[in-house]
């Protein structure tokens, strides 16, 4: 069960869009869509953003979208502001009742 | 709405052991399965395993196979996780998180746990 590859840090300006990708194997992120992303500011619990690869939780802003392809995830934040300062993580189901989580990405808003 | 209130910071000796509890209400306690997620100081996030609260079944991430144990009280809505033979790569903060088998919806407030001589 390794842990799945993410940039290490991601930035943009306040409007743009960033994404940020998930790297698994078919093992995992490519053999389920069973993908959910994570936010999580300094000091606090992580929150849920994203699952089911692309399905969104209620409040949680449109400007969050989640895709997929082969092994690979994605998270994208349009329309940046200054509140989405923060680590995300991705996280795949991996069978047998296992998840694994990617090692996170630091976005920074400029 | 979901509260998940868990167990307050330890400090434990190398070779010891620790049990974190995390106590659910706002929802039928067997309706979701519990996660156990830790986080060591400036790290990632790091899935330790699974437990159905429903009939207690459990699966445990490789890395702790043997180290771990995830049990359940349904009379008073609380899941616990049991690591033994601590030792201080073990030190983080230690969340309980509800939901389906690969979602975690929601997120205690974690527990800091210390392992130091």
């Known amino acids: 069960q390794s842990a799945l590859t993410q940039p290490r840090s991601v930035s943009g300006s306040p409007g743009q869009s960033v994404t940020i990708s998930c790297t698994g194997t078919?093992?995992?992120?490519?053999?389920?869509?069973?993908v959910s992303w994570y936010q999580q500011h300094p000091g606090k619990a992580p929150k849920l953003m994203i699952y089911?690869?692309?399905k969104r939780p209620s409040g949680v802003p449109d400007r969050f979208s989640g895709s997929k392809s082969g092994n690979t995830a994605s998270l994208t934040i349009s329309g940046l502001q200054a509140e989405d300062e923060a680590d995300y993580y991705c996280?795949?189901?991996?069978?047998?009742?296992?998840?694994?989580f990617g090692g996170g990405t630091k976005l920074t808003v400029l | 709405q979901v509260q998940l209130v868990q167990s307050g910071a330890e400090v434990k000796k190398p070779g010891a052991s620790v049990k974190v509890s995390c106590k659910a209400s706002?929802?039928?306690?067997?309706?979701?399965?519990m996660h156990w997620v830790r986080q060591a100081p400036g790290q990632g996030l790091e899935w330790m395993g699974i437990i159905n609260p429903s009939g207690g079944s459990t699966s445990y991430a490789q890395k702790f196979q043997g180290r771990v144990t995830m049990t359940r009280d349904t009379s008073t809505s609380t899941v616990y996780m049991e690591l033994s033979s601590l030792r201080s790569e073990d030190t983080a903060v230690y969340y309980c998180a509800p939901g389906g088998v690969w979602l975690l919806r929601y997120w205690g407030q974690g527990t800091l746990v210390t392992v130091s001589s």
């Open positions: 089911d690869v692309s």
């Open positions: 078919s093992s995992d992120v490519g053999g389920y869509n069973y």
């Open positions: 706002g929802y039928t306690f067997t309706s979701y399965y």
């Open positions: 996280c795949s189901y991996a069978g047998s009742y296992t998840s694994v």
